[in-house]
């Protein structure tokens, strides 16, 4: 088998309701990072207990490193696969120190038959300072906040140097500054290490930063798998558009192989992801950096909101049609817009990867 992990038509259910409907990934390389992405209740966590052992398969397999770990005839116990599960709300143990759980962790590691890989090279005290609780080792679970607890889970399961790493929401409960930090020092530990991991979260934001590649996970199945830039920038369905609402789609006809036409815009050109026949109809999608600002531009529409998001603004305008257009400008730019106020768009208009759908 040449991928390092696989996760293979596998489907589970509860009280008679699918909850993972024929699910199939894999990760080609050790030391990759996968995130699955998707809303609440969908399953995302249900994937890391069926890989840790926790949950019993309707059917399909798991492999990892060529190993079986679940079939409809294998089942090795979770303390045996050398698979290390940090929950977001993380169990720690009461009556041990920081230290004392995190120390379960090596202990764990050293009765675990698949565990060949020796140890990290990073040590406990390197580990606490890199997540910012190098002051905790005494201190009781009780004594530290959830924040602290959960960042304490992620060292107990990365110190034993895991085949494969499953991380459920790891940062939600840290504050925007803390949470980029400890994002930018789990990825070079695990990066570093080789760590294979696979990561459950609700937020785009951080499964882009820190993942090779991101499975999208809508009405039980991955909707999407595939690179963050791809995810982002060429979405494979309008379920996608939707689970981001980062975009709009607007109506056009296709006038060439590579240009379309739209009432409000005009022409537009850019590279067609999919093929389509000449005079087709079709509804693009318009990301807000698709389009640019222009002040001489004659293509003006009213600006009907704006968004301040520090290093630039969202300005949504509305077309003669009623559709409302995300654009994004710098927020250093030398003319700002209020409500109510008209705002030109550059002509003609190029967007790179015109993503279409019928």
């Known amino acids: 088998m040449s991928n390092y992990f696989e996760f293979n038509n596998i489907s ?13 990934f894999n990760i080609k390389n050790r030391g990759d990072i996968i995130s699955i992405l998707g809303p609440s209740g969908v399953g995302k966590t249900t994937i890391l207990r069926c890989i840790a052992g926790l949950r019993k398969i309707e059917n399909g397999s798991i492999f990892l490193k060529d190993q079986i770990l679940t079939d409809s005839s294998t089942c090795i116990d979770p303390e045996d696969r050398n698979v290390a599960l940090c929950f977001q709300d993380n169990a720690l143990f009461p009556h041990y120190t920081v230290e004392e759980n995190i120390q379960f962790g090596i202990k764990k590691s050293l009765f675990c038959s698949k565990n060949k890989n020796g140890p990290l090279a990073y040590s406990m005290d390197q580990l606490l300072e890199l997540f910012y609780i190098p002051n905790l080792k005494h201190k009781y679970p009780h004594e530290i906040s ?4 959960q960042r304490v889970g992620i060292v107990r399961s990365i110190i034993h140097n895991p085949d494969l790493l499953l991380l459920d929401e790891p940062f939600a409960n840290l504050d925007q500054n803390l949470r980029e930090k400890a994002q930018k020092n789990l990825k070079e530990i695990v990066k570093t290490s080789k760590i294979t991991t696979i990561i459950v979260t609700h937020d785009k934001y951080e499964a882009f930063y820190l993942s090779d590649y991101c499975g999208i996970l809508l009405n039980g199945k991955i909707a999407q798998f595939d690179s963050p830039y791809n ?20 109506t056009a006809k296709v006038i060439s192989e590579n240009t379309l036409y739209n009432e409000d815009l005009g022409e537009i050109k850019g ?13 693009l999608l318009i990301q807000p950096e698709d389009l640019v600002h222009d002040d001489n531009s004659k293509l003006k529409f009213d600006v009907v909101d704006k968004k301040f998001r520090g290093t630039d603004l969202i300005y949504t305008l509305k077309t003669n049609s009623n559709i409302l257009l995300p654009v994004f400008v710098h927020s250093h730019h030398e003319h700002l817009h209020d409500v109510n106020e008209k705002f030109g768009l550059k002509q003609p208009i190029y967007i790179d990867h015109l993503v279409c759908f019928n």
Not at 12 to 24: D, P, Q
Not at 146 to 149: H, K, L, Q, R
């Open 231 to 250: 995810i982002h920038h060429v979405p494979n369905s309008k379920e996608i558009i939707e689970f981001f609402n980062r975009g709009v789609l607007v």
């Open 12 to 24: 589970y259910n509860v009280n008679g309701e699918s909850i993972l409907n024929n699910i199939s």
């Open 271 to 283: 590279e067609l992801i999919k093929k389509y026949s000449k005079g087709e109809m079709v509804e």
């Open 146 to 149: 959830a924040g602290e607890a």
